[in-house]
């Protein structure tokens, strides 16, 4: 026994040697960016919400198991990892305990001969190959030489996958082979339990150098298998637990990150600030969390399959845009490593190598491929091990906008009607409240303060105070809160953006110019409440003006109302006799979590019978308008606004119901696309949830 000894000894000190090596180089490439502060610092400070995240995410694998048949495999053989350290601990204690007193007895103390250890043993065994079997058949269902590009593995690195399923069946089969070997020979710790291991025992003849054998190859295995997961995609069997702990919360969506330059938030005014650090344009910008999220990403594609753009034909694959800045990182590491410890390279293809730029057509990222994003944080929502796909999208193009100067033209004229007007389509500010008119009740607007009995400022916003089609909402909302009795007063001309399309489109700077600008207004006035129509003021407003010293209580339309429909001061009294389908906006249902309250309003209106699409809740399909991109032209693949009609006409809807003015904007040109064509009946139209709810509270026929 003592030649398995060193054997296995040796071959361990190798492997280990090896794979501390990886891992060293792993962390110096991770740690060549800019650091991230303070990623650390709120671990520290939520550690107990960051133990939970732990918990549910990384050993209750929740994300995983919303996709039941892939989940639940994904779970066996996660657990598999954990539960069998007792058997590689049995293992190195058998051949150590063979070379000292010859006879391979080994048993864990205290724990070590319970039979409830040894069938836990053995059925997470069992359940690790029906979990690889499993994963098998998906991948050949899923393939992407059959399906293309509507496989979620398209573009994956197909070849490591099935050669890590391969190891982990090296590993078990060899497992219970040692484990049966043991029993024959009498050295097995369990008399009962362990049922497979045992009735192999019965079945194998009694044989020392079966059981020697048996061991190494189960430890080679092993150790073949440690070298593999830190140099392919299994990578974040390490890493994902980190990349969970170092997550932005409670999701990685509601606020943009804050722009950061050597992990310090930016200062505008700051007349020592470099502009061309302002976003990330080469790979080595990326922080140490960026490359946490390539070395976690599993390549499996559910990112992929829930995206709007790749599901219009178009270039954008969030899985995609990871793997390639993942790819080219281990390409130009060695360089990045040398430089970063202050080598100065003179070689001119390592500095183009090591300039290439991020984005552009010779980039490592295609433009188009960074603009078909709508932030519609799918991609981050389905994502098992919490990479932020949104935050490299923003800060390429915080590097795009500032820097480069170079996005879609059409964008350009956003930005300057923001600039100019304090609107995205550049009308002037004393129209914020020409709405008010057509009401038969007084609005209060405020001038200095807000008025002593107002209890909610409404945030009417840009569009809400000047798209036709928005303007009913706000009406409409303005009614019913006044029919509930809750005073409320608006800012009128005194509103201009939140600056929500700026950030998106990663104008940062004009962004924070806004955004202070409406602070300072919304504290001198003494704003505490806010209730806003549009999901994306509404998100703006409660989740990124913290960051700028503008905090307040916001609550989204929907949930005031439903609020007020529960206590009873709004009924819906009159049967609105229609079948509804309701489409989740982006930035109301994931990014926070609304998804209740809208359906709850429908559900209290008499004669309504609803009928969800085959996508909806946290997998609800984009219009496409989010990230700037109702202001971008659509050019390639089909318009996702149209895709989204398409899925809601397969309910045979009468009214198609939202809760965001970009949506009944984008769901209603495609509509009226599609009764040109006859697709639609001409009755179908797209409303606000609030007009249901007026229509029935006050019996508008």
């Known amino acids: 026994m003592l030649w398995v000894a060193i054997i296995g000894l040796v071959m361990t000190v190798l492997a280990v040697a090896v794979a501390g090596r990886r891992a060293l180089f792993l962390y110096k490439l991770a740690t060549v960016g800019p650091p991230a502060p303070e990623r650390i610092a709120y671990a520290k400070t939520h550690a107990a919400g960051e133990l939970k995240a732990q918990l549910v995410e990384v050993f209750g694998q929740k994300k995983l198991l919303k996709w039941t048949p892939s989940g639940t495999a994904h779970f066996f053989v996660m657990w598999a990892f954990f539960i069998l350290l007792t058997v590689y601990v049995e293992a190195y204690g058998a051949i150590i305990q063979g070379a000292i007193t010859g006879t391979p007895d080994f048993h864990i103390p205290l724990i070590g001969t319970w039979g409830v250890l040894g069938f836990l043993q053995d059925f997470i065994a069992v359940a690790c190959v029906l979990g690889l079997v499993a994963f098998a058949v998906i991948r050949v269902r899923n393939s992407p030489k059959t399906l293309g590009r509507d496989s979620r593995f398209s573009g994956s690195h197909l070849g490591g996958a ?217 991609c981050v929502e389905q994502c098992p091990v919490d990479i932020e796909h949104i935050d490299h999208i923003l800060d390429m193009r915080r590097y795009q906008v500032m820097v480069e100067s170079s996005f879609p033209s059409e964008a350009g004229v956003m930005v300057k009607n923001l600039e100019n007007k304090g609107n995205p389509w550049g009308m002037s500010e004393m129209k914020r409240a020409d709405w008010i008119e057509d009401l038969d009740f007084e609005v209060e607007l405020v001038e200095d303060k807000m008025p002593e009995d107002a209890e909610y400022l409404f945030w009417v916003g840009c569009a809400g105070a000047l798209e036709d089609r928005a303007k009913k909402t706000t009406k409409a909302v303005a009614e019913l809160l006044h029919i509930a009795g809750v005073k409320f007063a608006v800012l009128g001309p005194m509103e201009a953006c939140t600056g929500d399309p700026a950030r998106r489109l990663g104008m940062e700077y004009l962004f924070n110019m806004l955004a202070q600008q409406n602070i300072e207004t919304l504290n001198e006035a003494g704003v505490k409440k806010i209730v806003a129509t549009c999901p994306h003021c509404f998100n703006t407003l409660a989740n990124e003006y913290p960051q700028l010293g503008g905090t307040y209580e916001v609550v989204h339309h929907t949930q005031l109302l439903s609020k007020l429909v529960e206590e009873g001061l709004l009924t819906p009294v009159t049967p609105i006799e229609e079948k509804i389908t309701y489409h989740d906006p982006c930035f109301l249902g994931r990014h926070n979590k609304v998804y209740s ?63 965001c003015p970009f949506c009944m904007v984008m769901l209603g040109d495609a509509i009226n696309e599609k009764k040109n064509t006859g697709e639609a009946k001409e009755s179908l139209e797209v409303v606000d949830v609030a007009q249901l709810l007026i229509k029935s509270v006050k019996g508008v026929s």
């Open 162 to 378: 099935w050669l890590v399923l391969f190891m982990i069946f090296n590993i078990i089969w060899t497992l219970f082979l040692a484990r049966g070997a043991a029993a024959a020979n009498g050295n097995f710790p369990y008399s009962s339990g362990a049922f497979v291991s045992l009735a192999l025992g019965d079945a194998l003849p009694g044989s020392a150098l079966l059981e020697e054998i048996a061991l190494l190859l189960h430890i080679g295995f092993m150790l073949v298998f440690l070298i593999i997961v830190l140099n392919s995609k299994h990578l974040h069997i390490f890493t994902a637990p980190l990349n969970v702990l170092f997550s932005r919360r409670p999701d990685g969506m509601g606020a943009a990150p804050e722009m950061r330059v050597d992990g310090k938030a930016v200062d505008f005014e700051d007349e020592d600030l470099d502009p061309e650090r302002l976003g990330r344009g080469k790979i080595g910008d990326t922080t140490w969390k960026g490359f946490l999220d390539f070395y976690s990403c599993t390549e499996c594609g559910r990112c992929q399959s829930q995206c709007p753009a790749w599901n219009t034909d178009k270039p954008l694959s969030p899985k995609m845009l990871i793997l390639d800045q993942r790819d080219h990182a281990f390409k130009t590491a060695p360089y990045l490593m040398a430089a970063a410890g202050g080598v100065e390279h003179t070689d001119t293809d390592v500095l183009a190598l090591l300039e290439k730029p991020l984005v552009g057509e010779e980039g490592v990222i295609h433009p188009d491929v960074l603009w078909s994003c709508t932030n519609c944080g799918a």
């Open 597 to 659: 309250q809208p359906r709850d309003i429908m559900s209290k209106v008499p004669g309504v019978r609803t009928q969800e699409m085959h996508r909806h809740k946290d997998r609800g399909f984009c219009c496409g308008a989010g990230g700037a991109r109702m202001w971008m032209e659509e050019r390639i693949g089909k318009r996702i606004n149209t895709e989204r009609v398409d899925e809601a006409l397969t309910t045979d809807p009468d009214t198609v119901s939202t809760a």
